[in-house]
């Protein structure tokens, strides 16, 4: 079976920096994704990581670590509009993705 | 950016009745369609591939003969709820991959929000 794991919430002020981890239990797992939903809006891809490390996109960087089974999403220099649910998605071989339960981050001023 | 849209954006409906919601590739053909639903507060939940020129194939537990997928051309795909009940409420999302068919980059459409009465 497969399953995913992430805080269901975080919250952070503006300018702070926020990490949100997501750990994984699948077979034949080939990447792990990132997206971004606003509410009532419809997911926004972030970011994919196939190999361990860092990528950083702007304000947004993404780290996997298949040995761990983990993966995490940062966002720096947070605003008011990162207000949203983030959701990983974990890709694997002969079948389609499956996204996380997902981590809705408040961001106070 | 590739851009899918969606059609209608909110729809309700009676309990019994039938609901098509369409998913169109606006910039690109997409051999490969998902359609997902998703409850308040929740994930998304795939409910099925749509393969163009062939049947889609339905994730465990979905019944296909409720949702009917259709994907007739490169560009459009479409979802029937059929007989529709208040518990299908929910919001209807389908997404396409990225060219090249990297299932790890896909683009949704905005969704549509079914309620039924």
């Known amino acids: 079976g497969q399953s995913l794991e992430q805080p269901s919430e975080v919250t952070a002020v503006e300018g702070a920096i926020v990490q949100i981890n997501c750990t994984y239990q699948t077979s034949g797992f080939y990447g792990l994704s990132w997206y971004q939903q606003h509410d009532g809006g419809a997911p926004t891809f972030l970011s994919y990581n196939a190999l361990d490390g860092l990528e950083e996109t702007g304000r947004f960087s993404s780290f996997l670590s298949r040995s761990d089974s983990y993966g995490y999403l940062l966002l720096q220099e947070l605003q008011m509009k990162d207000s949203a649910s983030y959701f990983c998605a974990v890709g694997h071989y002969g079948q389609n993705f499956v996204f996380g339960p997902g981590t809705r981050l408040s961001v106070l001023p | 950016g590739a851009v899918v849209s969606q059609h209608p954006s909110r729809v309700i409906c009676k309990s019994g009745t039938s609901v098509k919601i369409e998913c169109r590739s606006l910039d690109f053909q997409a051999t490969t369609m998902f359609w997902y639903r998703q409850f308040p507060k929740q994930s998304l939940m795939l409910m099925a591939t749509s393969n163009e020129g062939s049947k889609a194939t339905y994730e465990q537990g979905v019944e296909k003969d409720k949702f009917l997928i259709n994907h007739a051309s490169l560009t459009l795909s479409t979802l029937t709820v059929t007989s529709a009940h208040p518990e299908d409420s929910s919001f209807y999302i389908c997404?396409?991959?990225?060219?090249?068919?990297?299932?790890?980059?896909?683009?949704f459409g905005p969704g549509t929000r079914l309620t039924v009465l």
């Open positions: 997404s396409a991959p990225a060219r090249g068919g990297a299932y790890n980059e896909q683009f």
